[in-house]
């Protein structure tokens, strides 16, 4: 599953859709509040400008760990300075990352990849990696926005992601967005 990658998201066409008004379309305690909780290891895949990842550590306390990964340096700037106003760096660890490269072990108790998969050029080795870092019975929310992903591409991606082990639990509501909550089972 190697399909043509999407354009990535310039750096400064994230603040289009990352700015106050946000909130009023993704709650992110909507969102991700079933599946974060206190004292959690939690990986922002894709994390932009950190939207989700200030909101992750939020949830998951002092005690908790957000790791916050991205391919743009630029993106990870723009979150630390966030990060930093709003007293939360403490539990946040943000990483340069390379588009085959997750740069983490394992461990990790959720993760979160929103509107980032169809930028990634081969899916499945994404999917897999990512596998590999969940612990047995952690989650994987990913979003698409649906203006740029078709039902059919979503469902070759949740088709890929039960060959690599990560089970479909629930579709949730997301706005904008087609959404699924994968759980890695083996
Ligand atoms: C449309 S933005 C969404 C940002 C953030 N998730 C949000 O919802 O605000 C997509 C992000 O994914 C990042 N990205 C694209 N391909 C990636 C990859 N292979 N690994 C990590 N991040 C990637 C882009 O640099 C960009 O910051």
Same mark, same amino acid.
């Given at each position: 599953?190697?399909?043509?990658?999407?354009?990535?998201?310039?750096?400064?066409?994230?603040?289009?859709?990352?700015?106050?008004?946000?909130?009023?379309?993704?709650?992110?305690?909507?969102?991700?509040?079933?599946?974060?909780?206190? /004292?959690? *290891?939690?990986?922002?895949?894709?994390?932009?400008?950190?939207?989700?990842?200030?909101?992750?550590?939020?949830?998951?306390?002092?005690?908790?760990?957000?790791? %916050?990964?991205?391919?743009?340096?630029?993106?990870?700037?723009?979150?630390?300075?966030?990060?930093?106003?709003?007293?939360?760096?403490?539990?946040?660890?943000?990483?340069?990352?390379?588009?085959?490269?997750?740069?983490?072990?394992?461990?990790?108790?959720?993760?979160?990849?929103?509107?980032?998969?169809?930028?990634?050029?081969?899916?499945?080795?994404?999917?897999?990696? *990512? %596998?590999?870092?969940?612990?047995? /019975?952690?989650?994987?929310?990913?979003?698409?926005?649906?203006?740029?992903?078709?039902?059919?591409?979503?469902?070759?991606?949740?088709?890929?992601?039960?060959?690599?082990?990560?089970?479909?639990?629930?579709?949730?509501?997301?706005?904008?967005?087609? %959404?699924?909550?994968?759980?890695?089972?083996?």
């Amino acid at each position: 599953m190697g399909r043509e990658r999407h354009r990535v998201c310039p750096w400064y066409e994230a603040y289009l859709f990352d700015n106050p008004l946000r909130r009023l379309v993704h709650s992110p305690a909507r969102i991700l509040g079933p599946y974060v909780d206190t /004292g959690m *290891t939690v990986l922002d895949i894709g994390c932009g400008m950190g939207f989700f990842s200030l909101a992750m550590a939020r949830l998951v306390g002092p005690e908790g760990r957000v790791f %916050a990964l991205d391919i743009q340096p630029q993106m990870l700037r723009v979150l630390k300075r966030r990060a930093m106003r709003a007293d939360l760096m403490d539990r946040i660890e943000t990483r340069l990352i390379g588009d085959n490269d997750l740069g983490l072990d394992g461990g990790v108790d959720f993760v979160l990849a929103f509107w980032m998969v169809h930028e990634v050029p081969d899916q499945e080795s994404f999917l897999r990696r *990512t %596998a590999a870092v969940l612990n047995h /019975g952690a989650k994987l929310l990913i979003a698409e926005p649906f203006y740029h992903v078709k039902a059919r591409e979503m469902e070759e991606v949740i088709s890929v992601a039960a060959r690599l082990g990560l089970t479909a639990l629930e579709r949730p509501k997301v706005r904008m967005s087609r %959404a699924v909550v994968l759980e890695r089972k083996r």
